[in-house]
């Protein structure tokens, strides 16, 4: 039995997938710059974007590129191929790295010239260095480092560390967040996963601003996380929650939601912790206390001392709404006059974005810098912002009998002490 040959292209890409894996993160650049010429490219400059997504940092070290002022900037932004050509006639090939939908930063391939076989080259690049960017940053201290332009103050670095990529998605669902201060962080943290079926996403805001927060902000994540992978419904998850909070930190609390999104359905279930409600946005607009109820106790002690159930809220989205979580920090920041932002400050920004055509984690960056710019940089607290938008591949109506099956089915599931369906219109 013998094997087809092998082309030089297979053996490149072999050859360079085994040097990878055994390869320090300090040694990529030089590693990559060796087979950048095998091909048929000059050599190729790895940036990483920062946490708060203002500079393109180069791995090798040197000269940082502004997001919003540079053509490597707008290939992060757009996730898209930007070319341009140098001083001394060389061209550079800029591409996104990107790990599913979280952006990582750029590659910057520079080439005498360019074609469709050296084009779909680098892409293939790419999309190796962030896959290998993403596996050995878990372990890599300067590959944190290049994500970094500050010192992070402990609270901040023990948050940090548990949080999830900003940007997560598939086929039916996005959900992107970004969090403020970035090196000083109190007690907010935001969360979200992916099951086949099921989007789960959790914003936190704790009491205070300091290691206590921080420890606070910790147990409640774990405790959610440790819920969610033992397959625990959303009520188990929170109830967990508010054991461990009332048992290891009783003098200390956070108010939170929880989220699970039916991605199939588009059944959206939620628990709210004494937090600002979430807000849904259809059609550009956000619909009027579409997803308000009345308060609860935040997740701790306080609702061990109510005694009553949590209560799940539903509701079944459309294709295309987005539902926005945030901490009172966002909404609390103030402007040039001294007024605070608000509800329809940072609301009307995403609608704006949004409808402009950017991503949902470019809109939310651009809010988040429109608010730090509002306050000179400085945070009266934690600002933190998520957004979860549903957007299922378009498919045939259902027929009768399989609409009639699939709406004794919502029904029958909505069905429960302390749950409420809400529409949204």
């Given at each position: 039995?013998?094997?087809?040959?092998?082309?030089?292209?297979?053996?490149?890409?072999?050859?360079?997938?085994?040097?990878?894996?055994?390869?320090?993160?300090?040694?990529?650049?030089?590693?990559?710059?060796?087979?950048?010429?095998?091909?048929?490219?000059?050599?190729?400059?790895?940036?990483?974007?920062?946490?708060?997504?203002?500079?393109?940092?180069?791995?090798?070290?040197?000269?940082?590129?502004?997001?919003?002022?540079?053509?490597?900037?707008?290939?992060?932004?757009?996730?898209?191929?930007?070319?341009?050509?140098?001083?001394?006639?060389?061209?550079?090939?800029?591409?996104?790295?990107?790990?599913?939908?979280?952006?990582?930063?750029?590659?910057?391939v520079h080439m005498d010239s360019l074609d469709t076989?050296?084009?779909?080259?680098?892409?293939?690049?790419?999309?190796?260095?962030?896959?290998?960017?993403?596996?050995?940053?878990?372990?890599?201290?300067?590959?944190?480092?290049?994500?970094?332009?500050?010192?992070?103050?402990?609270?901040?670095?023990?948050?940090?560390?548990?949080?999830?990529?900003?940007?997560?998605?598939?086929?039916w669902a996005v959900s992107t967040a970004v969090l403020?201060?970035?090196?000083?962080?109190?007690?907010?943290?935001?969360?979200?996963?992916?099951?086949?079926?099921?989007?789960?996403?959790?914003?936190?805001?704790?009491?205070?601003?300091?290691?206590?927060?921080?420890?606070?902000?910790?147990?409640?994540?774990?405790?959610?996380?440790?819920?969610?992978?033992?397959?625990?419904?959303?009520?188990?998850?929170?109830?967990?929650?508010?054991?461990?909070?009332?048992?290891?930190?009783?003098?200390?609390?956070?108010?939170?939601?929880?989220?699970?999104?039916?991605?199939?359905?588009?059944?959206?279930?939620?628990?709210?912790?004494?937090?600002?409600?979430?807000?849904?946005?259809?059609?550009?607009?956000?619909?009027?206390?579409?997803?308000?109820?009345?308060?609860?106790?935040?997740?701790?002690?306080?609702?061990?001392?109510?005694?009553?159930?949590?209560?799940?809220?539903?509701?079944?989205?459309?294709?295309?709404?987005?539902?926005?979580?945030?901490?009172?920090?966002?909404?609390?920041?103030?402007?040039?006059?001294?007024?605070?932002?608000?509800?329809?400050?940072?609301?009307?920004?995403?609608?704006?974005?949004?409808?402009?055509?950017?991503?949902?984690?470019?809109a939310l960056r651009q809010l988040i810098h429109s608010?730090?710019?509002?306050?000179?940089?400085?945070?009266?607290?934690?600002?933190?912002?998520?957004?979860?938008?549903?957007?299922?591949?378009?498919?045939?109506?259902?027929?009768?009998?399989?609409?009639?099956?699939?709406?004794?089915?919502?029904?029958?599931?909505?069905?429960?002490?302390?749950?409420?369906?809400?529409?949204?219109?």
């Amino acid at each position: 039995m013998t094997s087809p040959e092998v082309s030089q292209e297979e053996r490149l890409l072999q050859e360079f997938l085994a040097a990878v894996h055994s390869t320090a993160p300090t040694g990529l650049p030089s590693l990559v710059d060796s087979y950048a010429v095998r091909l048929g490219a000059r050599k190729v400059v790895i940036h990483l974007v920062d946490l708060q997504q203002r500079q393109l940092t180069p791995l090798s070290g040197g000269e940082q590129l502004d997001v919003d002022r540079s053509l490597a900037g707008r290939s992060y932004r757009a996730l898209d191929l930007r070319v341009e050509a140098t001083a001394d006639g060389v061209l550079v090939i800029w591409l996104p790295l990107v790990d599913g939908v979280e952006r990582l930063g750029v590659i910057g391939v520079h080439m005498d010239s360019l074609d469709t076989t050296l084009l779909e080259r680098c892409r293939a690049l790419a999309s190796i260095l962030a896959m290998v960017i993403t596996s050995k940053r878990a372990f890599s201290d300067r590959l944190v480092q290049r994500a970094r332009s500050g010192t992070m103050t402990l609270p901040a670095e023990m948050v940090r560390a548990l949080l999830p990529p900003r940007t997560i998605g598939n086929e039916w669902a996005v959900s992107t967040a970004v969090l403020e201060p970035a090196y000083e962080l109190g007690g907010d943290a935001f969360d979200h996963s992916l099951t086949e079926s099921t989007l789960n996403a959790v914003i936190l805001d704790a009491m205070g601003h300091n290691l206590a927060s921080g420890l606070t902000t910790a147990i409640a994540m774990a405790g959610f996380r440790s819920s969610r992978r033992n397959d625990a419904g959303l009520q188990e998850c929170v109830d967990t929650v508010d054991d461990v909070l009332a048992e290891w930190l009783p003098d200390q609390f956070c108010t939170g939601i929880a989220i699970r999104l039916d991605l199939p359905s588009g059944v959206l279930s939620w628990v709210n912790c004494g937090h600002p409600p979430p807000l849904l946005i259809r059609d550009q607009q956000v619909l009027d206390q579409a997803l308000e109820h009345p308060g609860e106790p935040p997740l701790g002690m306080p609702a061990k001392l109510a005694g009553t159930p949590r209560e799940i809220h539903r509701i079944t989205l459309e294709p295309g709404d987005r539902v926005l979580l945030y901490t009172d920090g966002v909404t609390e920041a103030r402007i040039a006059d001294g007024a605070e932002f608000g509800l329809s400050g940072f609301t009307g920004s995403i609608i704006r974005a949004t409808s402009a055509g950017e991503l949902a984690s470019e809109a939310l960056r651009q809010l988040i810098h429109s608010i730090l710019e509002r306050q000179s940089d400085t945070l009266r607290d934690d600002a933190t912002i998520l957004l979860i938008e549903w957007r299922p591949p378009a498919r045939p109506g259902p027929g009768p009998a399989e609409r009639e099956g699939r709406d004794k089915g919502h029904a029958d599931g909505w069905k429960g002490d302390g749950a409420t369906e809400d529409h949204g219109h």
